[in-house]
C-alpha cells in the first residue's frame, strides 16, 4: 500500500519524520527500515541498545507480533537543522494497540491499549542514524491489568538481575557518544569483532582505556548486556586493553 501523501525526497523534517513512521507502523511496510535508518543505527530505549537494522528489525517484527493491530499516529514534531545539512527531531505518537498474543509482556490479556512515546532521531542523507525513544510503560502495564511494580521485578530478573539495572551503570560509560576524540579501534582486541564493536558502543564504550579501567562490577555489568556470557574475562580484554593505551604513541 503506497503513502501518497508521503514523499521522502521533497517531504520537510516534519513530514518525513511521520511519514516513515506511517509506512512502517500503518502499512507494515518493515523492509523500508533498510532505506530509512542507517545501517549501524543505535536505537536506544531505558529498556536496552538495539544496534543496526540486524537488530531493529526483529524487534519491530516481534513487537507486531506480540500486538498485530499496533497503530502509532503522529500528534507533534519539534526539529532543528534541514533536509539537505541534516537534523534533529522530537516527535510525540499515540499507540493503540490490543495485547493479542504472548511476548515480553507475558500472556495475552487481550486488552485494548492507549499510551504515548516520545522519539528523538538524528537524521543526515535522509537516514536516521541515532534515535531515543521512551514509553509510557507504567501506563501499558496499567491497562493490561497488571501490578507495576511486580511485572517491574520480574522483568529486571529476566534481564539479568538487579547488578545488570540502569542505576547501577559504570560511570565510565559515556552517554553522551565518544567525547575524548576519534573512537579507537576496539576490534583491535581479540574478540571483539564488529558487531559487537557496535554493541560496546552503544552501551558508551569507545576508547581501550575505558576498557582497560573496568573494575569487577565494570565487567559483570556489561558482560550482562552481551550475548555470550564471559567473554570479557576468557577473552582478557582488560590486559589487551591495557597494552594497546600504554603503546598508543610507540
Known sequence: ????????????PPEWILGITREIW??????????????????????????????????????LAEFPDRELYGEDVIWHGDRENGFVSSHRLLCRATHARPGMYGAPTNRALRYRILADCAVRDDQVYDEWLVRDQCAIVRQMGLDERRWTADLIEREGGYAATA????????????????????KRIKGIGKKLEKVLNGLGVYYFRQIAAFSAADMAWVDSKLKFKGRIVRDRWVPQADLFERNRDT
Open 26 to 63: 500503518e502499512f507494515r511496510a518493515i523492509s523500508t527500515l533498510e532505506r530509512h535508518y542507517a545501517d549501524d543505527v543505535p536505537v536506544r530505549s531505558p529498556a536496552s541498545v538495539v544496534i543496526g537494522n540486524g537488530g531493529v528489525i526483529p524487534a519491530t517484527m516481534a513487537t
Open 167 to 186: 542505576q547501577n551503570r559504570p560511570e565510565m560509560l559515556m552517554r553522551d557518544g565518544p567525547v575524548g576524540g576519534k573512537p579507537d579501534d576496539l
Open 1 to 12: 500500500m503506497a503513502n501518497l501523501d508521503f514523499d521522502p525526497l521533497t517531504s520537510e
